[in-house]
């Protein structure tokens, strides 16, 4: 996940930011941009989703200090980074790219738990791919940084940065909609009673020295 999310961005700004440096030393009326994908989950932390978390905070975090290395260099090329929210993309199957080496890898219950959310709030999200793309195009020729699929959603971003400003924990994630975070902590708890089941039934191995 982390050589897709976050390594294929990066080396992206890497291959694409030092092309785009020297079409702007070599024309003062050029202009380009770069716009990364990253993900609301790279702004908020969401529960059952920690190593998609790191990768997509990571894609902010790059984002960001790219936006301010461009600055000292250059007028003529910008940044931003885009955060989409649940958007039908086709995301919730992005196992059929999963390498061959590991097309025998069985998904472990939270990871199926997981994949069950996501489907449902996919499916529960509204706009589409090319209203999203609209608003890319939209933002970059207003040089705007930040670009949400779902502005709406921001509320749990502010929440965040209460928290962390606060210093207070980090609040529940689904306040607004309990039974949701009820469904979520039962399955998990019952994955983790099997697999403790599971673990008491093998034989115990030597120990190694």
Known sequence: MLGVNLHGVANGVRVFTPMMLEAARADATWRGHIVNTASMAGLVATPNLGVYNVSKH???ALSETLYQDLRLVTDQIGASVLCPYFVPTGIGDSARHRPEALSDAQATRSQQVGAAMLDKAVASGRGTAEEVAQKVVDAVAANQFYI??????????????????????????????????????????????????????????????
């Open 148 to 209: 949400y699929s779902h502005p709406n959603a921001i509320g749990a971003v502010q929440t965040r940065m209460e928290d962390i400003l606060q210093t207070r924990n980090p609040s529940d994630p689904f306040a607004a909609r309990p039974q949701l975070g009820e469904q979520l902590r039962q399955q998990l708890r019952q994955q983790l009673r099997e697999h403790s089941q599971e673990a008491a039934l093998q034989p115990a191995s030597k120990p190694k020295f």
């Open 58 to 60: 990571a894609v902010v």
